[in-house]
């Protein structure tokens, strides 16, 4: 190759590489986002690929109590109370006087490092007292409602224990993980749980393979563990030991008076999560059975998929959000806004549709799998409420980084309508029932939650509606 060619194809690969950029800008793309949309491209081809195991290796009753399980767990969301995100925009505001140092410890404004401390030495505490309440409680709990199950010819019992003990360990490491994605350590956060997920993910596989059965959530569980806990000791050892033993010299943020007021708001948006996200499978398996809850989880977590693409640019932009607002940089907040509304949007509803075409295809062509999912009409309605539900996340998001909450109202109104309408419409006319009410319920509330944000956005901005 002569000395021309060289400097053609040099000249190339730049012209590529600034393309491949300046697409990334428009689109809000940088290291956080790109690990973040790298897990969700994971998960989109990592969903089949357990759907398919699943099926294969479990009967449709196991199938069932294997969905259940994660439905039930995530009634930690009561022992949590929404304190996580609370640390994380607390801690995204006096991050914006500090920095992380030659020797990884924590360097800065004396003031806002000794808040910092205060907050790190409250979220250790609060989910310590979570953790332990999360494993006795779910224990329990868990134990009584799947007694109550006419289906007896699984042994659910020991594998329901060990996975409460392992969701109750890494119920405490959200601490961790709010802190870091507070102080915009976004980057590093999300590279290591792309790997994080793509470690469980394999070994879940392998452990279906193996005939693990309802061991699987636990051993995935406990790998997500021991993957986490390298990453900590070896990035942010130093990190933390700079927070958790700095002595109380200077001002503390007080949990009583500057978070509780912000964190009971977000506590009932998290009950109404639960209400949202994981109340449809345990309504399905009282009064269905397990084989209907099975065809129900199993929907859900391809449903599921579709929110956390839109989120893959949403949550790692939430510190983002808190410094620009304890900075009054509003003007580049509403761009970054709009230009995450458009993109979180459009994904959405792309990935939605590609969902739908594969549950219509399996149904067309009759496919086994098909049998284990739910028939294409309630998997619709889920999507398209599912695509409102992600747009109404991040106006939410959007808000909280001023430390408000004003879609309270909201939240418990949906708590309750939710609630009602998937136990009445579940119990009389199961699966479909609860995907219309469900959509019926986010296309009735969609435009209150516009005019709320549209109200509170100009008010915490001086009166401002540019």
Known sequence: MNGSAIENTQTFFMNLKIRIRSFAHRMEIDRAVLYALLARVWGLAASPVTVLLIAAKFTPTMQGFYYTFGSILLLQTFAELGIGVAITQFASHEWANLRIGKNRTVEGDPNSLSR??????????????????AIVGLSIGGYVFFSQSPTQNVSWKLPWIS??????INLFTIAIWSVLEGCNQISNVYYWRFFQRLLSNLVGWGAILLGADLWTASIMAFAGIIFAGFFLRRDYWEFFKTLLLKKSEGPRISWRTEILPFQWRIAVDWVYSYFILSLFTPVIFYYNGPIIAGQMGMTWSLVSVLSTTGLAWVLPRVPQFGILVAQKRYDEMDRLFWRLMIIVTGSTILVGAAIFVLVLGLNYFDHFLARRLLSPLPTALFLIATIIYTASGLMAVYLRAHKKEPFLFIS????????????????????????????TIYVMIFPITVFVWRHWRIKLHGGRNN
């Open 116 to 133: 910092l401390a205060s907050l790190v030495q409250i979220a250790f505490k609060w989910y310590f007292i979570a953790a332990v309440i």
């Open 163 to 168: 996975l409460c003990v392992f969701t109750g």
């Open 412 to 439: 418990i109104l949906l708590v309750v309508l939710v609630g009602l309408s998937t136990w009445l419409l579940g119990k009389h006319y199961s699966v479909l029932g609860i995907a219309a009410g469900y959509l």
